[in-house]
Protein backbone atom coordinates (compact mmCIF):
# COMPACT_ATOMS: atom_id res chain seq x y z
CA UNK A 1 0.00 0.00 0.00
CA UNK A 2 2.62 2.18 0.91
CA UNK A 3 4.42 1.73 -2.77
CA UNK A 4 1.22 2.54 -3.97
CA UNK A 5 1.01 5.54 -2.39
CA UNK A 6 5.01 6.78 -2.82
CA UNK A 7 4.05 5.92 -6.97
CA UNK A 8 1.15 8.25 -7.20
CA UNK A 9 2.68 11.11 -5.41
CA UNK A 10 5.53 11.17 -7.86
CA UNK A 11 2.94 11.21 -10.80
CA UNK A 12 1.37 13.68 -9.26
CA UNK A 13 4.60 15.55 -8.99
CA UNK A 14 5.53 14.83 -12.43
CA UNK A 15 2.25 15.60 -14.26
CA UNK A 16 3.58 19.41 -14.63
CA UNK A 17 6.70 18.52 -16.61
CA UNK A 18 4.26 16.93 -19.39
CA UNK A 19 2.18 20.57 -19.83
CA UNK A 20 5.40 22.77 -19.86
CA UNK A 21 4.93 23.52 -23.74
CA UNK A 22 1.82 25.43 -24.60
CA UNK A 23 1.06 28.41 -27.27
CA UNK A 24 -2.17 30.38 -27.05
CA UNK A 25 -3.04 31.83 -30.14
CA UNK A 26 -4.69 35.45 -30.54
CA UNK A 27 -5.46 35.43 -33.64
CA UNK A 28 -9.57 33.73 -34.93
CA UNK A 29 -9.46 30.56 -36.50
CA UNK A 30 -11.01 32.82 -38.58
CA UNK A 31 -10.25 35.71 -40.11
CA UNK A 32 -13.32 37.29 -42.04
CA UNK A 33 -12.28 40.20 -44.24
CA UNK A 34 -16.27 41.01 -45.78
CA UNK A 35 -16.66 42.61 -49.50
CA UNK A 36 -13.06 43.35 -51.10
CA UNK A 37 -12.78 44.58 -54.13
CA UNK A 38 -10.99 41.93 -57.25
CA UNK A 39 -7.23 42.58 -57.83
CA UNK A 40 -6.58 43.44 -53.80
CA UNK A 41 -4.00 42.66 -51.82
CA UNK A 42 -5.08 41.31 -48.46
CA UNK A 43 -2.96 41.74 -45.59
CA UNK A 44 -2.44 40.86 -41.98
CA UNK A 45 -0.52 38.62 -39.44
CA UNK A 46 -0.76 35.56 -37.33
CA UNK A 47 -0.36 35.92 -34.10
CA UNK A 48 0.54 33.56 -30.71
CA UNK A 49 2.22 33.89 -27.43
CA UNK A 50 4.44 31.60 -25.92
CA UNK A 51 2.67 30.57 -22.66
CA UNK A 52 4.73 27.59 -21.35
CA UNK A 53 8.10 27.51 -19.94
CA UNK A 54 10.34 26.17 -22.50
CA UNK A 55 11.17 27.23 -25.73
CA UNK A 56 8.43 26.25 -28.98
CA UNK A 57 9.43 25.51 -32.35
CA UNK A 58 8.04 26.31 -35.44
CA UNK A 59 8.04 23.30 -37.81
CA UNK A 60 6.97 25.53 -40.73
CA UNK A 61 3.93 27.60 -42.46
CA UNK A 62 1.70 25.85 -45.24
CA UNK A 63 -0.43 27.79 -46.89
CA UNK A 64 -2.92 25.72 -49.05
CA UNK A 65 -3.27 28.22 -52.05
CA UNK A 66 -0.21 29.70 -53.97
CA UNK A 67 -2.22 32.92 -53.79
CA UNK A 68 -1.21 33.67 -50.47
CA UNK A 69 2.38 33.99 -49.12
CA UNK A 70 3.40 33.53 -45.62
CA UNK A 71 6.29 35.07 -43.42
CA UNK A 72 8.47 33.59 -40.41
CA UNK A 73 11.40 35.81 -39.25
CA UNK A 74 12.38 32.87 -37.18
CA UNK A 75 11.19 29.46 -35.85
CA UNK A 76 11.82 29.26 -32.22
CA UNK A 77 10.52 31.45 -29.35
CA UNK A 78 10.89 31.92 -25.64
CA UNK A 79 9.09 31.67 -22.75
CA UNK A 80 6.74 34.82 -22.95
CA UNK A 81 7.62 35.69 -26.79
CA UNK A 82 5.12 36.51 -28.89
CA UNK A 83 5.28 35.32 -32.91
CA UNK A 84 3.99 36.94 -35.95
CA UNK A 85 3.34 35.38 -39.02
CA UNK A 86 2.59 37.89 -42.17
CA UNK A 87 0.30 36.94 -44.76
CA UNK A 88 -0.36 38.36 -48.31
CA UNK A 89 -3.65 37.11 -49.99
CA UNK A 90 -4.16 38.02 -53.57
CA UNK A 91 -7.64 38.28 -54.90
CA UNK A 92 -6.54 38.35 -58.65
CA UNK A 93 -8.66 35.92 -60.33
CA UNK A 94 -11.35 35.20 -57.85
CA UNK A 95 -14.60 36.16 -57.53
CA UNK A 96 -18.03 35.36 -55.07
CA UNK A 97 -16.96 33.78 -51.55
CA UNK A 98 -13.24 32.14 -51.39
CA UNK A 99 -11.70 30.87 -48.18
CA UNK A 100 -8.12 29.95 -47.93
CA UNK A 101 -5.91 27.89 -45.32
CA UNK A 102 -3.12 28.88 -43.40
CA UNK A 103 -1.70 26.22 -41.23
CA UNK A 104 0.93 26.55 -38.48
CA UNK A 105 2.86 23.33 -37.99
CA UNK A 106 4.90 23.02 -34.35
CA UNK A 107 8.32 21.00 -33.89
CA UNK A 108 7.53 21.10 -30.47
CA UNK A 109 6.04 17.91 -29.14
CA UNK A 110 2.72 18.68 -27.53
CA UNK A 111 1.77 21.79 -29.51
CA UNK A 112 -1.02 20.55 -31.97
CA UNK A 113 -1.17 22.46 -35.26
CA UNK A 114 -3.29 25.57 -36.14
CA UNK A 115 -5.33 26.07 -38.72
CA UNK A 116 -6.47 29.81 -39.59
CA UNK A 117 -9.24 30.19 -42.46
CA UNK A 118 -8.89 33.40 -44.61
CA UNK A 119 -12.75 34.15 -45.95
CA UNK A 120 -13.42 37.49 -48.16
CA UNK A 121 -15.96 38.14 -50.80
CA UNK A 122 -14.70 39.32 -53.84
CA UNK A 123 -16.64 41.97 -55.68
CA UNK A 124 -15.60 42.37 -59.25
CA UNK A 125 -15.83 45.82 -60.93
CA UNK A 126 -16.32 43.89 -64.71
CA UNK A 127 -17.68 40.48 -64.54
CA UNK A 128 -18.89 38.19 -67.18
CA UNK A 129 -21.07 34.64 -66.50
CA UNK A 130 -20.57 32.23 -67.84
CA UNK A 131 -17.23 32.34 -69.39
CA UNK A 132 -18.05 29.09 -71.47
CA UNK A 133 -20.52 28.25 -73.58
CA UNK A 134 -21.84 25.33 -74.98
CA UNK A 135 -23.89 23.34 -77.92
CA UNK A 136 -24.16 20.14 -77.07
CA UNK A 137 -25.83 16.92 -79.19
CA UNK A 138 -27.54 19.27 -82.32
CA UNK A 139 -28.93 17.84 -85.15
CA UNK A 140 -28.05 19.53 -88.46
CA UNK A 141 -30.96 21.99 -89.22
CA UNK A 142 -30.32 25.33 -91.26
CA UNK A 143 -33.56 26.59 -90.29
CA UNK A 144 -33.21 26.77 -86.96
CA UNK A 145 -31.49 29.03 -84.65
CA UNK A 146 -30.47 28.53 -81.03
CA UNK A 147 -29.76 30.71 -78.52
CA UNK A 148 -27.89 31.20 -75.34
CA UNK A 149 -27.08 34.27 -73.07
CA UNK A 150 -24.52 35.70 -70.93
CA UNK A 151 -24.81 38.54 -68.31
CA UNK A 152 -22.34 41.26 -68.19
CA UNK A 153 -22.29 42.75 -64.42
CA UNK A 154 -20.69 45.96 -63.62
CA UNK A 155 -20.71 46.98 -59.79
CA UNK A 156 -18.94 50.73 -60.94
CA UNK A 157 -20.62 53.77 -60.58
CA UNK A 158 -20.27 54.67 -64.01
CA UNK A 159 -21.39 52.75 -67.34
CA UNK A 160 -19.03 50.37 -69.07
CA UNK A 161 -18.43 49.94 -72.70
CA UNK A 162 -18.20 46.45 -74.37
CA UNK A 163 -17.49 45.71 -78.34
CA UNK A 164 -17.19 42.53 -79.57
CA UNK A 165 -13.34 42.22 -81.00
CA UNK A 166 -13.11 39.71 -83.91
CA UNK A 167 -12.75 39.75 -87.86
CA UNK A 168 -16.16 39.83 -89.61
CA UNK A 169 -18.09 36.69 -89.90
CA UNK A 170 -17.46 33.52 -87.22
CA UNK A 171 -19.44 30.14 -86.43
CA UNK A 172 -21.50 32.26 -83.25
CA UNK A 173 -23.47 35.08 -84.09
CA UNK A 174 -23.46 38.31 -80.80
CA UNK A 175 -26.11 40.24 -80.62
CA UNK A 176 -25.67 43.08 -80.25
CA UNK A 177 -21.64 42.87 -81.15
CA UNK A 178 -21.64 46.77 -78.81
CA UNK A 179 -23.42 48.01 -75.95
CA UNK A 180 -23.06 49.66 -73.02
CA UNK A 181 -23.34 48.51 -69.28
CA UNK A 182 -25.39 51.22 -66.82
CA UNK A 183 -23.85 51.87 -63.73
CA UNK A 184 -24.41 48.98 -61.00
CA UNK A 185 -26.49 47.40 -63.82
CA UNK A 186 -26.16 43.89 -65.57
CA UNK A 187 -26.74 43.75 -69.33
CA UNK A 188 -27.88 40.72 -71.31
CA UNK A 189 -26.21 39.50 -74.53
CA UNK A 190 -27.25 36.42 -76.93
CA UNK A 191 -25.40 34.09 -78.30
CA UNK A 192 -26.80 32.77 -81.17
CA UNK A 193 -26.07 29.35 -83.51
CA UNK A 194 -27.37 28.25 -86.43
CA UNK A 195 -26.85 24.63 -86.73
CA UNK A 196 -26.03 24.51 -90.55
CA UNK A 197 -23.39 21.85 -91.46
CA UNK A 198 -22.17 19.07 -88.83
CA UNK A 199 -19.11 19.30 -86.97
CA UNK A 200 -17.49 20.29 -83.53
CA UNK A 201 -16.93 24.45 -83.46
CA UNK A 202 -14.62 25.94 -80.69
CA UNK A 203 -14.39 29.93 -81.00
CA UNK A 204 -12.89 32.64 -78.14
CA UNK A 205 -15.02 35.69 -78.21
CA UNK A 206 -12.88 38.97 -77.46
CA UNK A 207 -14.52 41.44 -76.07
CA UNK A 208 -12.80 44.75 -75.54
CA UNK A 209 -14.29 47.07 -72.56
CA UNK A 210 -13.18 50.82 -72.01
CA UNK A 211 -12.47 49.46 -68.54
CA UNK A 212 -8.45 50.15 -67.99
CA UNK A 213 -8.22 47.55 -64.87
CA UNK A 214 -10.03 44.97 -67.30
CA UNK A 215 -9.37 46.19 -70.68
CA UNK A 216 -10.90 42.53 -71.86
CA UNK A 217 -13.27 39.69 -71.35
CA UNK A 218 -12.74 36.21 -72.70
CA UNK A 219 -15.77 34.10 -73.81
CA UNK A 220 -14.76 30.47 -74.88
CA UNK A 221 -18.23 29.04 -77.09
CA UNK A 222 -18.01 25.42 -78.50
CA UNK A 223 -20.48 23.28 -80.45
CA UNK A 224 -21.07 19.51 -81.54
CA UNK A 225 -23.34 18.88 -84.34
CA UNK A 226 -24.40 15.78 -85.75
CA UNK A 227 -25.21 14.85 -88.84
CA UNK A 228 -29.09 14.09 -90.33
CA UNK A 229 -29.79 10.35 -90.06
CA UNK A 230 -32.06 9.13 -92.29
Known amino acids: MRN????LYILMIGLPCFSRARVEFLTPKRIDFGDVQENEQ??????????????????????????????????????????SIPFILNTTGFRGVIRKNI???FKTPGIPNENVTLQARIQTALEMVPSYINFPHITVNPDTVLTQYVKFGSQLEKPIR??????????????????????????????????????????????????????RLFLSVSSAVRPVVR
Open 4 to 7: RLVI
Open 103 to 105: IVH
Open 162 to 215: ITLNRPQGGTFRVIPETFTIPPEETFLVRIELVPGESGRQTETLTFDTDLEEKP
Open 42 to 83: LRGEILFVNRGDEEVTVHRIQATCGCTVTELSRNTYAPGDTA
